[in-house]
């Protein structure tokens, strides 16, 4: 991903990915081993990239027997130029 993003040629990145991490950075209750990985964390950081989601909207939700199992696993992001744009 660094290596894409260096050879775009604008500083207007979006972002989006399902990384089916658990992280408070994008809105999870708790982070799990995925997504408290340095080197995901770093790849933001070092890309000026700023986290979309917000609060503990569901990003999937899931429907196994009459349960529903919901997440934030998905994750937005963008950079600085394109912040002002965003809702």
Do not use: P
């Not at 207007?12 to 658990?22: E, P, Q």
């Not at 790849?43 to 919901?70: C, K, M, P, Q, W």
Request: net charge negative.
């Amino acid at each position: 991903m660094r290596y894409v993003c260096s050879k775009l040629g604008t500083d207007k990145i979006l972002l989006g990915g399902k990384i089916n991490a658990w992280s408070v950075w994008w809105g999870s209750e708790h982070d799990d081993a995925r997504g408290v990985d340095r080197l995901r964390c770093d790849f933001f950081d070092a890309e000026g990239l700023h986290i979309l989601n917000e609060g503990n909207t569901s990003t999937v939700e899931v429907y196994r027997g009459n349960r529903i199992f919901r997440s934030m696993v998905d994750v937005t992001a963008c950079s600085f130029a394109l912040l002002d744009r965003t809702e």
